[in-house]
């Protein structure tokens, strides 16, 4: 039987996907999101979606909402480089609180994106340990890392005290995620996506230098996820209800930029070209060199599903998308 969704953030980058999935599965998809003025609206273009809901009318709507099978919010500012602590905690911190609250009551699944980035630089690990102590020791860099924590830790506070929760809920701290549907992010998009169009009209790559001994220039590790596995994931747990908890959403194999920007060249058939240049001072001492999800809670919960490869998940994505006159899913 089809299921009724809300997806927050629907027309973002991995909301898209999601609701693209959903889509072919036939359910009956209500988008929350703004299309602003670019292309974001091409993100939905090719599915269904059954009702679209204004982000500042969604607990006003969610009053005399039809009855709903469960809510994903990604909805976010994602953006690691926003300065605004005011409009983070408008868009972040409360609107995830709201939906806790709302799926509490009316006792539906909530699934909601955390972040990698809630582990800050990386020295207390990459463990998705969900107890107040644990989640006590990480430190965030940045105010949007710093919202996305600020969730967890409210969550665990609850498991903590056995109040209520949602009959399922899962936050899903996400690693570097790459894929179709992320053009509109402009500068926060992968290095993939902001690397073709160079590729493909025969010109260099540019990677930032290390500035780190350990780490040769274009050796900063990272763990990129293709976001078709985060969509596997999400249907999992919805097709899943007995599973919840805090899960990382990487692929657990650490990669460097060199590696990826090497596979992009290989996917679109060119001859390698890059060049190193300084890392910006503004991001210097924040910047990190290694990521790596954890991913042994996961499959401890029952997932058994494969992860792409980084060269198989460039190739699809460059070959499928990227290089085609209609790029989006």
């Not at 599915?47 to 982000?55: A, I, L």
């Not at 609107?95 to 009551?105: I, N, S, V, Y």
Request: net charge negative.
């Amino acid at each position: 039987m089809p299921r009724r969704i809300l997806v927050t953030g629907g027309a973002g980058f991995i909301g898209s996907n999601i609701v693209a999935a959903l889509s072919d599965k036939n359910d009956e998809i209500i988008v929350c999101d703004w299309l602003e003025k670019g292309d974001k609206w091409k993100n939905l273009a090719n599915h269904v979606v059954s009702d679209f809901v204004d982000p500042d009318n969604l607990d006003t709507w969610l009053k005399t909402a039809p009855a709903l099978d469960a809510i994903i919010h990604m909805g976010a500012i994602s953006a690691t480089t926003e300065t605004d602590g005011d409009l983070i905690l408008k868009r972040n911190f409360r609107p995830t609180r709201m939906l806790w609250d709302w799926c509490t009551a009316h006792k539906i699944p909530f699934l909601y994106a955390s972040s990698a980035a809630t582990y800050g630089d990386g020295s207390a690990g990459f463990k998705d340990e969900q107890s107040p102590e644990a989640l006590e020791k990480l430190k965030p860099l940045n105010l949007y890392g710093y919202s996305k924590h600020a969730f967890d830790k409210f969550v665990a506070a609850v498991e903590r005290e056995g109040g209520p929760t949602p009959p399922q809920w899962a936050g899903l701290k996400f690693f570097n995620v790459y894929g179709p549907n992320e053009y509109h992010k402009e500068g926060m998009k992968s290095v993939i996506a902001q690397s073709y169009p160079k590729i493909a009209a025969g010109e260099p790559v540019t990677l930032f230098k290390s500035h780190n001994p350990d780490y040769e220039d274009g050796g900063q590790l990272r763990d990129f996820v293709y976001v078709k596995d985060c969509v596997k994931v999400i249907l999992w747990l919805l097709d899943n209800p007995q599973v919840s908890g805090l899960f990382n959403l990487g692929t657990g194999s650490a990669r460097s930029f060199k590696d990826l920007a090497l596979a992009t060249f290989a996917a679109a058939d060119k001859e390698p070209d890059i060049r190193y240049i300084d890392t910006p001072i503004s991001i210097r001492d924040k910047y990190q060199y290694f990521t790596e999800a954890d991913m042994q809670k996961l499959k401890q919960a029952g997932y058994g599903g494969n992860f792409y490869a980084l060269e198989d998940g460039i190739r699809d994505y460059v070959q499928s998308y990227l290089s085609k006159e209609d790029p989006y899913l």
